[in-house]
C-alpha cells in the first residue's frame, strides 16, 4: 500500500470513528472523547507551525512550499490552516494541471473566473472536436475536470462551470450602415 493509499485508510477510519463517537449514548465520555481529540489537533497544529517556521528560518525558504504539494502534507496543513499557499493559488495551480494533463489533447482552456469565498468558477473553452456544441462529451470533461480541481483543493466547497457561449450559426450580422458602405 503507498503512502497516499495508507494516509486515505487511515482518513477514512477517523471518519468511521468519528461517526461511532457521535452515536455513543455516554455523554460524559463524547464529552471526554471529543476535548482529547480536539487537544491532540490542537498540539499538532502548534507543531507543525514550529515545524514550517524552523524551516523557513534555517533552511530553505522554499521546502514549506514543496513539501505542501504532497497531498498528505497538503491535508494536514490545511486542517490546520497552516498551509503556504492561498486558495486562489492552489485553485489556480490545479487548473495548470488539469490543463496539461487533460486539455492538452483536446485543445481545450481552462481558467478561474472567480472565487468567491469557497466557490469557484470557472471558464472552459474546448476547440476541438465538435467545438463545445457535443452536450454529452463537454458534460464528461467538466466532470473529469472538477474531479480533478477537487482532489488538488479540497477546501473548496463548489465548482461551478460557466455556461459555454452559442456555437455561432455561421451566419455573419453586419451592421445596416456597413452594408450601405459596401455598395457606395
Known amino acids: 500500500m503507498t503512502q497516499d493509499h495508507a494516509f486515505a485508510a487511515r482518513m477514512a477510519r477517523i471518519e468511521t470513528l468519528t461517526e461511532l ?3 455513543t449514548p455516554d455523554l460524559e465520555a463524547r464529552s471526554a472523547a471529543r476535548e482529547l481529540v480536539g487537544t491532540l489537533l490542537d498540539l499538532h497544529a502548534e507543531g507543525l507551525s514550529m515545524l514550517l517556521e524552523h524551516l523557513a528560518h534555517e533552511g530553505d525558504g522554499r521546502i514549506a512550499w514543496r513539501i505542501a504539494g504532497h497531498a498528505p502534507i497538503a491535508s494536514l496543513l490545511l486542517l490546520h490552516g497552516l498551509h503556504p499557499e492561498d486558495l486562489e493559488t ?22 478561474l ?3 468567491v469565498g469557497q466557490t469557484a468558477t470557472l471558464r472552459l473553452s474546448v476547440h476541438g472536436g465538435c ?3 457535443c452536450p454529452s462529451s463537454l ?3 467538466q466532470r473529469r475536470l472538477r474531479e480533478m480541481v477537487l482532489e488538488a483543493v479540497p477546501d473548496v466547497d463548489s ?7 452559442p456555437a455561432p450559426s455561421g451566419s455573419i450580422l453586419l451592421p445596416v450602415i456597413t452594408l450601405g458602405n459596401l455598395f457606395a
Open 21 to 23: 463517537l457521535d452515536r
Open 90 to 111: 492552489r485553485v489556480n495551480h490545479a487548473i495548470d494541471d488539469a490543463q496539461s494533463r487533460l486539455l492538452a489533447r483536446t485543445a481545450g482552456e481552462l481558467a
Open 113 to 115: 473566473v472567480s472565487l
Open 131 to 133: 467545438g463545445g456544441a
Open 139 to 141: 458534460e464528461g470533461l
Open 159 to 165: 465548482l461551478e462551470f460557466e455556461e459555454p457561449a
